[in-house]
């Protein structure tokens, strides 16, 4: 473990990695399949994708549990498994990241279904049901725990609630998905789900998935405004388009990296990415965070005058302002495998 993670992020941004579903599907494996067992029957395959993520510059891996909750599994006759899935998990991304000075996260999905009172199953059992899958990560050792891609606020206060009930003390990053307006499925704007997870006393919030770069900033912006905790933004590699089946996600490793640098000036402390995303962003994001660091490190020191170095450039990535514009007009909700850590 790379260390107190709460006291890091109060120094510089902490660099998460991406898509765990992506490279999967890059690999071979068809999406019939269920990716969280593969850490029971491909470890080694889980293991060299994180590896990969270690190697482009990532401080955080999140384990390969997305879809590791009983209702989910079930979808697979899996239902019976959850410790040995998330186990597992929380192992494998213990062993690759055996050598590197980082943090494990447990990742934590939606039980992909509905709860009350829009569904049959009632908060207690959604609060059973997050509380058995975090207890086994928390049993593989993982570092804090990562619950993502969340449409419905109070879903993710269950899964909130369930974190505390395992282990009081363990850092928790919140985060839920958004529409093209900034809104989570449900309907909670930027501002009320801010004020909510602010209250439930999360360690750090955020949004993932869902949207581009483009549209996550400016619902950031709105959340910055509403909260004085630590923020996350792990987007998509942009909106995805269909092309002959398959979902492709445009942007580029140096547009990822661009806003990377904008998202942390927004006052983002942990940021990565989700769908679409590889390590040859991550590694590009990487190289971005260092550059604004030592940036940041220059304007501060005295020139000989007496001055101080304060310049400030734009930068932009490989989409053109016209192509920026027309990518936040696509009303399109794709993902590229819905039911898995993207």
């Not at 016209?322 to 993207?342: K, L, V």
Request: charged share 25%.
């Amino acid at each position: 473990m790379a260390g107190n993670l709460k006291e890091r992020l109060k120094k510089s941004p902490v660099l998460c990695d991406g898509a765990m579903g992506t490279l999967l599907y890059s690999k071979g494996v068809f999406i019939n399949r269920c990716y969280d067992e593969l850490n029971l029957s491909q470890p080694e395959l889980i293991r060299g994708v994180h590896h990969e993520y270690l190697q482009a510059g990532a401080e955080i891996i999140e384990t390969n549990t997305f879809g590791g909750n009983s209702f989910r599994l079930a979808r697979h006759s899996l239902a019976d498994k959850v410790r040995e899935i998330n186990l597992a998990g929380a192992r494998v991304a213990r062993e690759a990241a055996k050598s590197f000075d980082v943090w494990v996260a447990g990742s934590v999905g939606p039980l992909g279904i509905r709860i009350e009172p829009l569904g049959k199953t009632s908060f207690a059992e959604a609060r059973a049901a997050f509380r058995d899958q975090v207890a086994a990560l928390v049993e593989g050792g993982v570092d804090l725990l990562m619950l993502e891609t969340f449409g419905y606020v109070e879903e993710l206060h269950q899964a909130v609630l369930a974190c505390r009930d395992v282990n009081p003390n363990l850092p928790i990053v919140a985060q839920v998905t958004i529409d093209e307006d900034g809104n989570c499925l449900d309907g909670s704007d930027p501002e009320s789900f801010a004020a909510r997870l602010t209250e439930w006393n999360v360690d750090v919030l955020g949004i993932n998935c869902s949207v581009g770069p483009v549209d996550m900033l400016d619902a950031i912006e709105r959340v910055r405004a509403s909260t004085t905790l630590p923020l996350a933004a792990q987007p998509n590699a942009g909106i995805p388009r269909s092309v002959e089946g398959r979902n492709i996600y445009l942007c580029s490793p140096e547009y990822m990296a661009s806003y990377a640098r904008k998202f942390v000036a927004a006052g983002v402390r942990l940021v990565g990415g989700c769908c679409g995303t590889t390590p040859e962003h991550i590694r590009a994001m990487k190289s971005a965070l260092r550059m604004s660091e030592a940036r940041e490190r220059t304007a501060v020191r005295p020139c000989s005058g007496g001055a101080f170095g304060s310049s400030r450039h734009s930068h932009r990535g490989s989409l053109s302002p016209g192509q920026e514009d027309r990518q936040r007009r696509i009303h399109h909700h794709g993902r590229d495998r819905p039911p898995q850590r993207h």
